[in-house]
């Protein structure tokens, strides 16, 4: 059973910062792909960022430059460092693991509980 918890969501001015962090439990991020997606309000969900178990990192079209995963392997967390925020990244964001691409989860994907992300002046 794989747990992921996020922390760090908020209201931000456009053009402003956020730092999302999530743990995960039940699985070494070291061993496997994590990442993010979001969601808005009558919006299907969507892929912010993944970082591969070797550190490769794969980012939606929409981030261009503004967003960057990272990893700290001593405390199997992930972040994700969002800059120059406008008003439509507005949208909770989900931290995701991959379970569907890896044999030993039996085809399951896992996510955190979500954390708000608002921007608005």
């Known amino acids: 059973q794989v747990q992921l918890v996020e922390s760090g969501g908020g209201l931000v001015q456009p053009g402003g910062s956020l730092r999302l962090s999530c743990t995960v439990s039940g699985a070494g991020i070291d061993r496997y792909a994590v990442g993010w997606y979001r969601q808005a309000p009558a919006k299907q969900r969507e892929k912010v960022a993944i970082?591969?178990?070797?550190?490769?990192?794969i980012y939606g079209d929409f981030v261009k430059g503004r967003f960057t995963i990272s990893r700290d392997i001593s405390k199997n967390s992930l972040y994700l460092q969002m800059n120059s925020l406008k008003p439509e990244d507005t949208a909770v964001y989900y931290c995701?693991?991959?379970?569907?691409?890896?044999?030993?989860?039996?085809?399951?994907?896992?996510w955190g509980q979500g954390t708000q992300v608002t921007v608005s002046s």
């Open positions: 995701y693991f991959p379970g569907s691409w890896y044999g030993e989860f039996k085809g399951k994907d896992y």
């Open positions: 970082i591969t178990s070797g550190g490769d990192t």
